[in-house]
């Protein structure tokens, strides 16, 4: 019908122009249009192709459904479009990329992801940490779709791996790449066997690109075995190399043992390149990866090392030489000789019982020969494909963290031997203090030329050695009584030398030497004097004990100087011990053969001697170490060698503090006033739980001419007070009492007297009594003391109040 339409048109405008080519051509025109029109009708009624519908959501939902990646699907407009379960577990429906719920800094590193990857393509992020700490992410990005409208997100949950295995082995760094170079491939998985990390060596011959991100994937789905059980890259196929898998559990180095969790567990995979071909025999393969992994446990900072199957040692690393204690000396034959004999027959169960059977890894709590009294924990794992190579152990080095905890249980050692002399020593000064009073009760009534009269002097003799025994055992627990003074250590060097040079007699040289520009020191002159006394007459005695004066120049010789070091110089020591400042240093040396290793860290231990019985008390160390750190300094011992190392002598050193502060002014101290000079005689409240001791202070005093009241305790004391209220001119007490205290007494009675004077007696030491009472205006004296001292001590605090007193009075007119 259209045929017909054209073929009339045509004829119509021939006749009306006369020309066939204009007609033609109006024919053609027509047509042209006509097919279009009816093309288009064609095409708006045709069915839609199946090819080019919407997408099936739902569909695409169930792809990727996985259990180890979120993966999430957006629009142009960051709509979310699908998303997986562990997407929305995470970080819930609501959440669509980049808009995550992550700190500010994560949200512009995901918006950046998403910029690039509409641009170039793809992006990708190592690692994102999450907001709640538990773990990271690596997200890859993908632009998808048919108009590439979409964006395609892969989360991959990292989980944080514990401790400092992993960072320090970085086998995604150099160290890795180094390892690829010795033919050895790395990875780290989970219990499970799930990739965590794996070197750029690894990645090349497992995916064929070293930067190919295997992290999340199976272990094993990179490797395929053969026939007969060897391990290859399931990607060389039967052409490449055969491979020795050796599977490291890491463990903590703090702990020594390996994480529990399924979640933290973790193993380090060794595939090691045998180096040759499969028409090579298997022993060559396995002889040539334990080359390699000689290697690799010399690099590794764990101490590992190998056994055979009949628990013979192959190999160690330095580190596990450094842990077993024989760092330079080279392993023993077997492990078992590296435990003590209790513990030998368990390890050697454990050794023989993973080197045969299945693959197996555990640990093994075993003490070593070189620290029996700290058990540590002996990680075992099963090898095999090694040759002879059976077991592989595992153990960290643990010898700083042991040494720190020996210098911790000595350090409370002699805290507790410390308090534990000061008690004895306060106890001990109560019955000195009774000996020594009733002798000098007793010599009153003895005149000398008496039967009597020597043998009491002979026991009061004795007593005052006593007193100086306690008076040694406080100054080891740095309880004394110091009156430091700001001195200069030579002038203290030279009032002692005579004193030295007599006792050393005269076949042992005495030498001193002084540094110049050295600093004052503030100490109590007395007690410095002291602890040189007991340094030299110690080298004295090493000396004699020595077979006698050195054979070098026919005489011994003891040394002393004396140096000033500055900080920077303390700092270049080194030392873990000794603060950075300036000291003035003593240093007192001699020519005794030295000390023995076993005896220097007993040296200042109180009643250690090397001595033979009955010469010697233990105590001259003991009260130097004392007094040098009452004084705020640090003392050390250490030996002298020769050049073929062989000691010669020992050599102390004292470090004293340089004194910064202006030099005090000495305090006028009042001559004491004895009892003989006070006339106006008082009422003494005497108050002391120790019966000897009460009965020696009342006499003492009542001879004095003092009206003495005594009482057996504090609250004797107070309800003495109450009866004859301010009747007392003073009031004289011990200080530990049970009950009521001399301290908790003094307080209520100055609450009701506040002006009443107070005498305290105590073996203890001054200093920590102010310390701990501090009460205003109250006096000390220390025990044990004698009947005179006692009577000119309550007399000169008397007359210090009244003498007060009087001035308050003239201030006040």
């Known amino acids: 019908m259209l045929a017909g339409g054209l073929v009339v048109s ?36 045709a069915p839609v192709d199946d090819a080019l519908a919407s997408p099936d959501w739902t569909v695409t939902v169930a792809a990727i459904e996985r259990e180890s990646e979120a993966i999430a699907i957006t629009d142009r407009a960051n709509r979310l479009v699908c998303a997986n379960s562990l997407f929305i577990e995470s970080f819930g429906a609501a959440a669509a990329p980049p808009a995550l719920p992550f700190e500010r800094a994560g949200l512009e590193a995901l918006t950046r992801l998403a910029r690039d990857a509409w641009r170039e393509g793809a992006g990708t992020l190592e690692s994102l940490a999450a907001p709640d700490g538990d773990r990271d992410w690596h997200i890859t990005v993908t632009r998808a779709g048919r108009g590439e409208d979409h964006l395609v997100w892969r989360l991959l949950p990292l989980v944080r791996a514990s401790g400092v295995t992993l960072g320090a082995l970085d086998l995604a760094g150099p160290f890795g790449k180094m390892l690829s170079r010795a033919g050895i491939e790395t990875a780290i998985t989970t219990a499970d066997g799930v990739i965590r990390v794996v070197s750029a060596g690894f990645a090349e011959r497992a995916a064929g690109d ?14 395929r075995t053969d026939e007969r059980d060897r391990i290859f890259f399931a990607r060389e196929g039967r052409g490449g190399t055969p491979q020795t898998l050796v599977d490291v559990p890491l463990i903590d180095p703090a702990t020594q043992v390996a994480p529990a969790g399924p979640d933290e567990a973790t193993s380090l995979m060794l595939l090691i390149d045998s ?64 435990v003590v004999r209790e513990d030998k027959a368990a390890l050697s169960d454990a050794v023989r019982r993973h080197g045969r059977g299945p693959t197996t890894s555990g640990d093994v709590a075993v003490r070593l020969v070189n620290s029996p009294e700290e058990p540590v924990s002996l990680g075992l794992a099963g090898v095999r494909g090694l040759g002879e190579a059976a077991v592989l152990l595992s153990l960290a080095d643990s010898s700083e963290e042991n040494q720190l905890k020996r210098q911790v249980a000595q350090a409370t050692k002699m805290q507790a031997v410390g308090q534990l002399a000061g008690g004895v020593a306060h106890d001990f000064n109560n019955v000195l203090t009774a000996i020594i ?33 306690t008076r040694q055992l406080l100054a080891f627990s740095r309880q004394q009584t110091l009156r430091p003074e700001v001195i200069q250590l030579p002038d203290v060097v030279s009032e002692v030398s005579p004193l030295i040079k007599r006792l050393l007699g005269e076949k042992i040289t005495y030498y001193v030497q002084h540094d110049r520009n050295l600093g004052p020191v503030r100490a109590d002159p007395q007690q410095l004097e002291q602890v040189i006394m007991n340094l030299a007459v110690n080298a004295r005695d090493a000396i ?125 101290t009042r001559t004491p006033l004895v009892s003989s000079e006070w006339s106006a005689g008082g009422k003494v409240l005497l108050v002391e739980d120790e019966d000897m001791v009460r009965a020696v202070a009342e006499r003492a005093l009542a001879r004095a001419g003092y009206e003495v009241t005594a009482c057996a305790n504090g609250e004797e004391g107070l309800v003495a007070i109450s009866e004859k209220g301010d009747g007392f001119d003073i009031v004289v007490s011990d200080v530990v009492m049970p009950g009521m205290d001399g301290p908790a007494m003094v307080r209520a009675i100055r609450a009701q007297l506040p002006g009443m004077p107070v005498l305290f007696m105590s073996g203890y030491a001054e200093e920590q009594l102010r310390r701990d009472i501090d009460i205003p205006d109250m006096h000390f004296i220390a025990k044990p003391f004698s009947v005179a001292s006692i009577g000119d001590k309550v007399g000169a605090v008397l007359r210090h109040a009244r003498t007060e007193q009087a001035e308050a009075r003239g201030g006040a007119k």
């Open 437 to 469: 009073g009733t002798c000098d009760l007793m010599l009153l009534r003895h005149i000398p030329g008496d039967s009597d009269y020597d043998d009491i002097q002979q026991i009061r003799a004795n007593s005052n050695r006593a007193a100086a025994l």
């Open 10 to 45: 045509a004829g119509v405008l021939y006749f009306a122009t006369s020309s066939w080519l204009v007609a033609l051509v109006f024919t053609l025109a027509v047509a042209v249009l006509l097919c279009g029109v009816v093309a288009l009708d064609r095409i708006r009624a």
């Open 210 to 223: 070293e930067r190919a991100t295997l992290v999340g994937q199976d272990f094993v789905s990179f490797l």
């Open 544 to 668: 004699q004990g020595n077979g006698g004066p050195s054979r070098g120049n026919g005489t011994g010789r003891i040394s002393l100087f004396t140096r000033h070091l500055r900080a920077t110089e303390v700092v270049k020591l080194g030392s873990e011990v000794l603060p950075a400042a300036d000291y003035t240093v003593l240093i007192v040396q001699d020519t005794g053969g030295g000390i023995p290793p076993h005896v220097l860290p007993k040296l200042f231990e109180p009643f250690f001697t090397t001595k033979e019985q009955g010469k010697g008390t233990g105590l001259g160390l003991s009260t130097a170490y004392g007094i040098v750190k009452q004084s705020g300094g640090f003392i050390f011992a250490d030996n002298i060698a020769d050049k073929e190392g062989h000691p010669t002598g020992a050599r102390f050193t004292v470090y004293l503090p340089v004194h910064r502060g202006e030099v005090p002014r000495k305090r006028e």
């Open 275 to 338: 180096g040759v071909g499969i028409g090579s025999g298997w022993d060559g393969a396995a002889q040539a990866g334990v080359a390699q992994l000689d290697a690799l446990l010399g690099q590794l900072p764990l101490g590992l090392a190998m056994t055979d199957r009949d628990g013979r040692f192959l190999f160690g690393n330095e580190a596990f030489l450094r842990a077993i204690g024989r760092e330079g000396r080279g392993l023993p034959a077997f492990p078992t000789d590296l």
